[in-house]
Structure formats: C-alpha cells, structure tokens
C-alpha cells in the first residue's frame, strides 16, 4: 500500500519522538520513500543523524540550510508538494494548536499549510492537556480541514500519570495510515479470487502433462487487485513466481482437480472472479503408481477430460462478477463471446495468437475486453502489470455503475 509513495514525517517536540525512528523504519521496510522534518525542540528527544540514517535522506528543521547562501529558504512549498501522505507524530498540543489556527513559525507548520496531501495526526501529551476543551478545539478543527486524527492510546504517560495521551504505537501508526489509504481504494473490502498458471496432469510420480503458462498475468492481476484495495486469494498452478503481500493469500496446486477444489472453496464470499489460469483441459485417466519404465512398444495414454473450472463457477454464479480468458487464433470474438455467454461470464478478456507480443510466456500481452452486453474495448501491447490494471479498471467500472 506504501510502496513507492512519498511520506513526509513531521516530528514534535515530545518525548515519543524517539519512537519515530522505529516509525521511519516501518515506513521504509513498507516500501515508502520518507522525508523527515523535525522542530528544535523535537531534535533533543531524537537525534536528526538517527533520523537521516534510517529514512536515508538529510532531515529538515529550520528555513535556511547551512549554506546561508542558497535559495533553498522556501524549500517547505517543495516538501508540502512532493508528499503523497504527511504524519505528524508525536503531535504535541502545542502544535496542534498552531496548525488549527494556521500559525506558521517553524518549518514543519509552514510545509504543512503548503502540504497539499492527506496529513495524519498522532497527538502525544498528558492525559489533562490531552482532555482539556481547547486540545478539542484543535482535534475537531483539524478534523474539519480534511486532517485525520490517530487517536492516542491509554497507558503509562511520562509524568508517571496513566489515562489517555500516549501516542499510538509505531506499528499502529503504519496500520492505522495504511487502512485508511486502503479504505479510500476502489477495491476497498472487494474480495477477488484469481487462477493462474499452467496445471500439470500427471501420467506417473514423475511425469505429467503441462503448458508453457508462466502464470505471470494472473500474479499481476492478484497484485494490482491488491494495490486497489482488495483481499486477494490467488489459486496458482506450478510457476516460479512469488508474491509477498498480506492482501494475498497464496494457495498452490498442481492439477485441474485441485486448482478446481481450491477456487470452489474460496467462490462463495467472492465479488470478483477472474479465471486466467491455462487449466489442462484433459488429464490421464489414470495415473501409474509406479515410474512408466519404457519398453520396445509404443505407449498410449488414455486422456479425460478435466472439469471446466470456470464454467462450474457460472452455473453457480450468485452476485460474482466473473471474468474468463480466451486464447484465440480465428474469428476471435466471436468464439470469445460464444465462451461468455456459454459459461455465463459478466466479461471476458480475449488475446489473440494473431497479435504479435501476446499471450503464453511473454512479458507483454494485448487484450480485447468483452463484457455481458458485447461493449468491446481493444487495448494496445503493454506490460503485463499494465494490462492488469487496464482489466481491473474495466470491472471496477461495472461493479461501481
Ligand atoms: N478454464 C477453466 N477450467 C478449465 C478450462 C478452462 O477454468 N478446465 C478457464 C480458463 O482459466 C480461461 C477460460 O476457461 O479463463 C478459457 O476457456 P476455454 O474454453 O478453455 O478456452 P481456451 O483455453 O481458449 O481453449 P479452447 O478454445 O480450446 O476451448
């Protein structure tokens, strides 16, 4: 959810300030690029050469850097202007009550009022400061300017005193920062279930039949699922791919009949289904207990077929938005369209064997998308990540119409 995305980490002066550096630490390993901004009094509770260190970038605290020569006195429009996401934490009563009121004396309230991001607020104070009406003034006032409030946690506060005031633990502020992005998205609380990969039909312990799908289209639908919001359970056939993202769950089989068992399993509380595994459409009828050994006679396999995985998920197709994938080389929309209507899809995403750069084993793909009503929609060759997007799109229009 953070990956690649710019967050500015404004730092006051509080006691938790030291935790930050365990905050710039989370940021960073989410993949975030973060930016340190810190006011006097916050750099005698944390070291900016700590700060610098872990976020890899010069920490900021005052207009007019060390050569009083250069222009670089309004660099807080640069910093309000590079944030995707600004965290003020610890936010102390003090400055909370400047930001309300637009008081604008250090760097960090100037690059907030310049910050034209989402800024989230940690406060941290006394359980008494933290109560009083005029620290409510400042939270419901900040509230009304768009700003989101990480509410302080209760427990053991510097004073000695316990109550309410604490601010929120590191990994509760990366949580809190990353659901409420996660809210925000298209695919926010849409479960997606998705097929990829060839399946593996096995004739004996070590033989099988297969297909050169690299299962690459489907990782990139499950990821970009993930990225717009969405709970993710990927079937995967046998590919040499990974995915680390706790949006996804991962579940790994090898023949049709399990990649048929494990997407039945997940269908019911899906809202999207997108089936672009290349499911072994037949398999040995049986499979040899023992390795073939090979003899001076021609060998035949006897071959059934394997269950349609996504034809079954369209007879029971409840309020699912189902998509299927067609592999074409002849009057492709037609036969794309026969496939949607025939195992009752919602769309349908057809590549061509005739487009160069498109399908098995490529880093590209060219797809047409197709949906229930015969709209048609032809895309240019991209990257597989592209595309994924492009398709995800195509269904959050229609789910969202
Ligand atoms: N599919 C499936 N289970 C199968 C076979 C296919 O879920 N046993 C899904 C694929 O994941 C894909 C779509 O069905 O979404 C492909 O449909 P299919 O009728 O197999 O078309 P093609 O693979 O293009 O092959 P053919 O034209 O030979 O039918």
């Not at 006691?15 to 935790?19: L, M, N, T, V, W």
């Not at 998205?185 to 926010?188: E, H, I, K, M, Y």
């Given at each position: 959810m953070l990956g690649g995305k710019n967050i500015l980490l404004g730092i006051t002066g509080g006691?938790?300030?030291?935790?930050t550096t365990f905050l710039v630490r989370l940021l960073i390993k989410a993949g975030a690029n973060v930016k340190v901004v810190l006011t006097d009094s916050a750099s005698s509770f944390v070291s900016p050469l700590t700060l610098a260190t872990l976020s890899k970038n010069p920490v900021l605290s005052s207009f007019?850097?060390?050569?009083?020569?250069?222009?670089?006195?309004?660099?807080h429009v640069e910093l309000g202007l590079w944030a995707d996401y600004m965290i003020i934490a610890p936010a102390t009563a003090n400055t909370l009550s400047k930001m309300a009121s637009g008081a604008c004396d250090n760097l960090l309230l100037a690059t907030y009022l310049s910050a034209k991001c989402k800024v989230f607020f940690a406060p941290a104070m006394d359980l008494d400061m933290y109560k009083h009406p005029s620290t409510k003034v400042s939270f419901d006032k900040l509230e009304s300017f768009g700003n989101i409030i990480i509410p302080a946690a209760s427990g053991e506060l510097a004073s000695g005193l316990h109550g309410e005031?604490?601010?929120?633990?590191p990994e509760d502020i990366l949580e809190f920062v990353v659901s409420h992005i996660r809210e925000g998205?298209?695919?926010?609380n849409k479960k997606v279930l998705i097929t990829a990969g060839p399946t593996y039909e096995a004739i004996d312990p070590v033989r099988f039949i297969g297909n050169h799908s690299s299962g690459l289209m489907g990782f990139e639908l499950a990821k970009a699922a993930a990225n717009l919001g969405a709970e993710v359970a990927l079937v995967s056939g046998p590919t040499n791919l990974e995915v680390v993202n706790h949006q996804i769950q991962v579940e790994k089989v090898v023949s049709a009949d399990e990649m048929y068992n494990a997407a039945h399993s997940f269908?019911?509380?899906?809202?999207i289904v997108i089936c672009a595994a290349a499911v072994a459409d037949y398999k040995p009828k049986t499979k040899a207990d023992q390795k073939i050994k090979k003899s001076d006679a021609e060998l035949t396999i006897e071959l059934v077929k394997n269950k349609d995985i996504l034809l079954s998920l369209g007879a029971q197709k409840k309020n699912q938005f189902l998509v299927g994938f067609a592999l074409e080389t002849e009057n492709e929309v037609e036969n794309a369209k026969g496939k949607l209507k025939r195992k009752h899809l919602d769309a349908i995403v057809l590549n061509s064997l005739?487009?160069?750069?498109?399908?098995?084993?490529?880093a590209t793909n060219k797809i047409t998308f197709i949906d229930k009503n015969s709209s048609i929609k032809t895309f240019e060759l991209k990257t597989k990540a592209a595309v994924a997007i492009d398709i995800l799109n195509e269904i959050i229009s229609r789910i969202h119409a």
């Open positions: 006691i938790a300030a030291y935790k007019v850097g060390d050569d009083k020569d250069s222009i670089d006195w309004n660099n005031g604490r601010m929120a633990e998205l298209p695919l926010a269908y019911e509380n899906m809202d005739n487009d160069k750069g498109a399908g098995f084993g490529k």
